[in-house]
T-cell receptor, first 113, second 116 residues
Framework: QKEVEQDPGPLSVPEGAIVSLNCTYS??????FMWYRQYSRKGPELLMY????GNKEDGRFTAQVDKSSKYISLFIRDSQPSDSATYLC?????????????FGTGTKLQVIP | KAGVTQTPRYLIKTRGQQVTLSCSPI?????VSWYQQTPGQGLQFLFE???????NKGNFPGRFSGRQFSNSRSEMNVSTLELGDSALYLC???????????????FGPGTRLTVT
């Protein structure tokens, strides 16, 4: 079983829709949670970073962390064609020396005009 | 502020050869991490360097190695290339240890390595 599971999609939505992207994880030591957006042939771009349970909002993006369920989500409101990309969740634990960042495999999102 | 730069952007090598990739982090960033990205496996962690010391290493064979210089620039070396090493190699820099508090990672555009 992978430490981080992410539905690969592709997810296709009409412009203006609310998008929900999700990741589940098995390592309860994960403390820090990140969402990245990656356009084709580009490096990942950091969208959101949080280290506590609850919601964090930044413009049209909301990151949600539920540590009790080991579940994180990224919501995109009023989705735009420019949001079409692959979205990667990432997380890091703080246990001892094992402090690497683990990524999900990414969800490909297509927003149709 | 300039972003993370990686050179070269594209590289074609033959099996058995070796390759060196370079990464210049954002000014002031002390941590550099390297990742391999393939369609099947996604982003796989290779190693992280912080203040010239390797702090963590992923599950890759010893053919993959790296180093970091005093100016935080980093290089990654792959010896005896195999076909399966074809991938996008990404470098990410952060102010402090990757992913932790103050450790938000910023990625470069990557080096696309093709092994024939």
């Amino acid at each position: 079983q992978k430490e981080v599971e992410q539905d690969p999609g592709p997810l296709s939505v009409p412009e203006g829709a609310i998008v929900s992207l999700n990741c589940t994880y098995s390592n309860s030591a994960f403390q820090y949670f990140m969402w990245y957006r990656q356009y084709s042939r580009k490096g990942p771009e950091l969208l959101m970073y949080t280290y506590s349970s609850g919601n964090k909002e930044d413009g049209r993006f909301t990151a949600q962390v539920d540590k009790s369920s080991k579940y994180i989500s990224l919501f995109i409101r009023d989705s735009q064609p420019s949001d079409s990309a692959t979205y990667l969740c990432a997380m890091r634990d703080n246990s001892g020396g094992y402090q690497k960042v683990t990524f999900g495999t990414g969800t490909k999102l297509q927003v149709i005009p | 502020k300039a972003g993370v730069t990686q050179t070269p952007r594209y590289l074609i090598k033959t099996r058995g050869q070796q390759v060196t990739l370079s990464c210049s982090p954002i000014s002031g960033h002390r941590s550099v991490s390297w990742y391999q990205q393939t369609p099947g496996q996604g982003l796989q962690f290779l190693f992280e360097y912080f203040s010239e010391t390797q702090r963590n290493k992923g599950n890759f064979p010893g053919r993959f190695s790296g180093r970091q210089f005093s100016n935080s620039r980093s290089e990654m070396n792959v010896s005896t290339l195999e076909l399966g090493d074809s991938a996008l190699y990404l470098c990410a820099s952060s102010l402090s240890r990757a992913g932790g508090l103050g450790g938000e990672q910023y990625f470069g555009p990557g080096t696309r390595l093709t092994v024939t």
